[in-house]
């Protein structure tokens, strides 16, 4: 495969990765809230435990895809920078732990699932309570993560790498919202409600972010930007 080809490779992961999660939310029904019922909570799981492995599934490839995506967003970035990686590299690690965690958090939900099957559980409330707790936690650092992802890309864009500033500071907006949502993730039982709309604002910015900049290096791969830069320079 050519230069190109993989430079529009990497940056497609990202939209492989909205796809991925979209259809990871599609395949099931809205959970229980944090607030309801141990009972409303195993019921939920027992009624959908064939959908959630593959609503699962699909979060752990959307979790491989986004940290190839991660990858290549932070090469971009390093040579924007002529290799002195202020940015590129924290970047790269914020978004190794971000895919890391997104990948993993379906598995509380996953174990729910199987457990809801298996009649020698008994009676497992306090289990189906604890790994759902957990399950709101993993969103509380996957935010977190976020915002150091998407505040440093930012700041990246914002002094000339990659785009023109406005996706730099809708990165910004977008790392604002994210650390709003993880802090409240571990509040979630102080202020559900709060939780839940910063939660959905988060998902909204930050899969824009993704999308639109997996979009904008589709458009121009470095390789032609590279490209561009030499032959001016050579005039």
């Known amino acids: ?21 979209l259809a990871s939310a599609l395949v099931v029904p809205r959970p229980p809230g944090i607030d309801d019922s141990t009972s409303s909570i195993a019921a939920y799981f027992s009624d959908n435990h064939s959908r959630i492995p593959l609503s699962a599934a699909l979060g752990a490839l959307a979790g491989a895809a986004f940290l190839w995506f991660a990858a290549h967003l932070g090469r971009r970035l390093q040579r924007a920078e002529g290799g002195a990686e202020a940015f590129s590299s924290i970047v790269f690690a914020s978004g190794v732990v971000f895919a890391v965690f997104s990948a993993l958090r379906s598995l509380p939900y996953s174990t729910l699932a199987m457990l809801s099957q298996q009649s020698e559980a ?21 935010g977190v993560m976020a915002a150091l992802l998407f505040a440093t890309a930012g700041m990246a864009i914002i002094r000339g790498a990659l785009a023109r500033p406005w996706l730099g500071w809708f990165g910004m907006l977008a790392a604002l919202v994210a650390l709003a949502t993880g802090i409240a993730r571990f509040y979630v039982t102080s202020a559900p409600a709060l939780a ?4 959905v604002a988060s998902i909204i910015t930050v899969g824009l972010w993704i999308l639109v900049a997996s979009l904008v290096m589709l458009y121009r791969p470095e ?12 005039h």
């Open 1 to 21: 495969m050519s230069e190109r080809g993989l430079e529009r490779l990497g940056a497609s992961m990202g939209i492989v990765w909205f796809v991925l999660v």
């Open 122 to 142: 008994g009676d497992a409330g306090v289990v189906t309570r604890a790994l759902y707790d957990l399950h709101n936690m993993f969103d509380g650092v996957i």
């Open 196 to 199: 839940e709309v910063l939660g």
């Open 223 to 234: 390789v032609d930007r590279t490209a561009s830069v030499r032959a001016v320079l050579t």
